[in-house]
């Protein structure tokens, strides 16, 4: 900061001891300082965000890694068939018991 210079320090030519902040103190995007109006210039929110904020690249997936997401759903996809058809062994196993005690 400025005020941590001595009184008699010359400031070089491209300082100014107006700091970068708005009319509420809040500190300024991008701030630029303005010689004609003796001001700092600054970038809104919303144009700093568009200046600097790499967008996201979400990679592709390798062939390997699709194959390996498609193996994954048939195990799941055969691991609930698989829990049906014990359910469906053991109504018939039942059923073969009853039947074999001479039941309906």
Do not use: C, F, H, R
Not at 47 to 52: L, V
Not at 59 to 72: I, S
Not at 81 to 100: E, G, P, R
Request: net charge negative; charged share 25%; no cysteine.
């Amino acid at each position: 900061p400025v005020s941590d210079y001595p009184d008699n320090y010359d400031l070089p030519e491209n300082a100014t001891t107006v700091k970068p902040v708005d009319s509420n103190g809040v500190d300024l995007y991008d701030p630029t300082w303005n010689e004609s109006t003796n001001s700092w210039d600054s970038l809104t929110g919303e144009e700093w965000k568009k200046k600097y904020t790499i967008p996201e690249v979400k990679p592709e997936p390798t062939q390997d890694q699709q194959m390996l997401a498609t193996l994954t759903k048939q195990v799941m996809q055969l691991q609930v068939a698989n829990v049906q058809q014990q359910k469906v062994n053991a109504s018939l196993t039942k059923q073969l018991m009853d039947l074999a005690k001479g039941g309906n």
